[in-house]
């Protein structure tokens, strides 16, 4: 079966330092992967997806990047944290485009 | 891509039917309506998806008129347990799906 991981679980950040979050995927290949940023209260924002290694696509222009080092594997980065960065970040996972996506167990980041 | 419209919040009672609607007017062809359930602290997790007519799976069913144009999400006989926020999902694909803000549902005892 399929599972997905994110780490860290919590994270505390002051304002201006570096962050990266990593998700990896088991139990399949060349998975379609999404980033996602959930304010408290509303909805999931998606920040980015990717069909493939190196392959990115930006939903919403901002002071986060992601990277796609290995096929299961996903990073969400940012040079300079700012306080809108505190947020839910859920990674997903999904076999092809048109079918569901399952979600990780998310982390929280709080930038201070 | 299509904007979905549910409400905010609904209550209800251990033991009763829940039905939410969503909203969806400018469906297009090649959508899916995809419901997913999220608790606090967790990520979404998948509850149906379907095209047309009726689906139903062992926890939910989700009714679609022919028009396309909303859909029903009916939890059968809800228990405690079943409070948290639920998402309509309509897209051709669900990476370009758009989660709205859902609707918080809360079952009293």
């Known amino acids: 079966s399929q599972t997905i991981h994110q780490w860290p679980a919590t994270l505390v950040q002051p304002v201006g330092s570096p962050l990266s979050l990593e998700c990896t995927v088991e139990g399949t290949s060349n998975p379609n992967l999404y980033w996602y940023r959930q304010a408290a209260g509303r909805g999931l924002q998606l920040l980015f997806y990717?069909?493939?290694?190196?392959?990115i696509s930006s939903e919403v222009p901002q002071n986060l990047s992601a990277s796609r080092p290995q096929d299961r594997q996903f990073i969400l980065s940012s040079k300079k944290l700012l306080l809108s960065d505190s947020g839910f970040y859920l990674c997903?996972?999904?076999?092809?485009?048109?079918?569901?996506?399952?979600f990780g167990p998310g982390t929280r980041l709080l930038v201070l | 891509l299509a904007k979905t419209t549910q409400p905010i919040s609904m209550d209800s009672y251990e033991g009763q039917e829940v039905n939410i609607t969503c909203s969806h007017n400018?469906?297009?062809?090649?959508?899916?309506i995809t419901w997913y359930q999220q608790f606090p602290s967790q990520g979404p997790r998948f509850i149906i998806q379907?095209?047309?007519t009726k689906v139903t799976n062992e926890v939910a069913s989700l009714f679609i008129p022919a028009d396309r144009k909303s859909s029903t999400l009916s939890l059968p006989r809800v228990s405690l347990s079943d409070t948290a926020v639920y998402y309509c999902?309509?897209?051709?694909?669900?990476?370009?799906?758009?989660f709205g803000d859902g609707t918080t549902l809360t079952v009293k005892p």
């Open positions: 990717s069909v493939g290694i190196g392959q």
């Open positions: 997903a996972w999904s076999p092809t485009r048109e079918e569901t996506q399952y």
């Open positions: 400018n469906i297009a062809t090649n959508d899916y």
């Open positions: 379907g095209y047309k």
């Open positions: 999902l309509v897209g051709p694909n669900a990476g370009k799906s758009t």
